[in-house]
């Protein structure tokens, strides 16, 4: 086994306390891998990336994104993008065998990239490309990765990540720091962590660094590229107003409530968890811990207790406006303003109030 792939125990020097070894210590800066396909970066890199220019700028190292993608314009002009979201440089991976994702070349790159320049943090976005890529590359370097995080912070005590994330079904949070092994790897999901602000003035370097790998040493093959084009496929995650609706509404035919509001105020339709197992509503339009992570900027929530496995996929939102016939109900803790009431009128009661509005305002001009 190389050295990289057991590295011996840190030194516990006081209680609570990891004094990192001279190896460790060689690990430093905080990478970010830019997912893209197709011409398009995926928006979670740069949320990403706003992150760790925190916890780049508290452990005082840079930051970095990693490109792995085609060697064309498109990939190289991505690593402008890196520094304009907070980067100080770029990894860039070049190679006509990267053009499309698949796991084997990839997880190749990205070893050979950490296992050359040794960051101490390594961020992905928790889609399903960055879990299947930080999978395989943490067991390749035999790393710890904590995946699903909702929140990062620096043990500067022993100079660790500290990775939240829920676990024991959304109950708990729990803080999982890598003590033993370098790079501490963490994947994020989509809307958790705010989009940096774009700043074109920034610069940075780019450093690249070959695939040393050929078409034929590939499992598998690329043989077409079918969008997922459906018409009706819910952009939750990217949506800025959501009405959604919970087991309040007590039953199917009562949902229509929530799309007559949702068309009215061209937003999204989101729902809890009981809705989607009843059938009301596709499997996509759940939110909360065991679907999608939102951040509108208006989420009206209708019939919805507040758990807290709702509540992880929608404290984001800048405005929650709850409606709940139990004052006591948790989501009042954390709503910007709560309406008391029977969901079954108020709906259709602020539909016909926004209709109206909107009326009047098409009207005036
Ligand atoms: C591992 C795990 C993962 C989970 N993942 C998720 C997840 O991703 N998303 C999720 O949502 N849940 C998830 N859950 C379930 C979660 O714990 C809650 O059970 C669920 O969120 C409750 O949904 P609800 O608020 O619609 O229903 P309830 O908790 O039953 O709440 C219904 C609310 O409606 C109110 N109400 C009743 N009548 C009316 C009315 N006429 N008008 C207005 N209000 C009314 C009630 O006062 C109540 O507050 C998960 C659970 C586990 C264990």
Redesign the pocket.
Same mark, same amino acid.
Not at 271 to 276: E, G, M, N, T, W
Not at 286 to 292: A, D, F, P, T
Not at 341 to 344: I, K, S, T
């Given at each position: 086994m190389s050295e990289q792939a057991s590295p011996a125990p840190v030194k516990r020097a006081a209680k609570g306390k990891y004094e990192l070894d001279e190896r460790l210590k060689a690990y430093q800066g905080v990478w970010v891998f830019i997912e893209h396909e197709r011409g398009e970066v995926h928006p979670v890199s740069w949320e990403l990336l706003g992150e760790g220019r925190k916890l780049a700028d508290r452990l005082g190292v840079s930051l970095s994104g990693v490109i792995l993608g085609a060697d064309d314009f498109a990939t190289r002009q991505f690593c402008e993008e890196t520094f304009f979201h907070g980067a100080d440089s770029c990894y860039l991976m070049a190679d006509p065998v990267l053009a499309s994702y698949r796991n084997q070349p990839f997880t190749k790159g990205l070893t050979d990239l950490v296992n050359a320049y040794q960051p101490e943090i390594l961020l992905l976005g928790a889609t399903a490309q960055g879990r299947d890529l930080a999978g395989s590359v943490a067991t390749t370097l035999q790393t710890g990765l904590t995946a699903d995080c909702t929140e990062l912070n620096i043990d500067m005590e022993n100079r660790s990540m500290a990775a939240s994330r829920p676990t024991f %079904? %959304? #109950?708990l949070l729990c803080t999982i720091l890598t003590l033993n092994f370098r790079p501490q790897m963490a994947t994020v999901r989509p809307r958790v962590m705010a989009m940096p602000d774009r700043d074109t003035r920034r610069t940075g370097t780019v450093i690249t660094h070959p695939l040393g790998m050929v078409e034929t040493a590939i499992v598998t093959k690329v043989l077409d590229y079918i969008a997922d084009n459906r018409q009706d496929k819910p952009q939750l995650a990217f949506a800025d107003i959501i009405v959604a @609706? @919970? /087991?309040?509404?007590?039953k199917s035919e009562n949902f229509q409530l929530v799309w007559d509001l949702a068309l009215v105020l061209g937003a999204e339709i989101g +729902? #809890? /968890?009981?809705?989607?197992q009843a059938g009301w509503v596709d499997p996509e339009r *759940?939110? @909360?811990?065991? %679907?999608?992570t939102v951040r509108p900027k208006l989420y009206i $929530? +209708? %019939?919805? #207790? @507040? +758990?807290? *496995?709702? /509540?992880?996929?929608m404290e984001g939102a800048d405005v929650i406006i709850a409606?709940?016939?139990?004052r006591n $109900?948790?989501?009042f803790e954390f709503a910007t303003y709560g309406i008391v009431?029977? $969901?079954?009128t108020?709906l259709p009661a602020l539909t016909e109030a926004f209709r109206q509005k909107l009326a009047m305002a098409r009207m005036a001009g």
């Open positions: %079904g %959304g #109950s @609706g @919970g /087991r309040g509404l007590k +729902a #809890s /968890r009981p809705v989607v *759940q939110v @909360g811990q065991s %679907g999608k $929530a +209708a %019939g919805i #207790s @507040g +758990a807290v *496995q709702h /509540r992880v996929g409606i709940n016939t139990d $109900a948790p989501i009431g029977n $969901a079954m108020i």
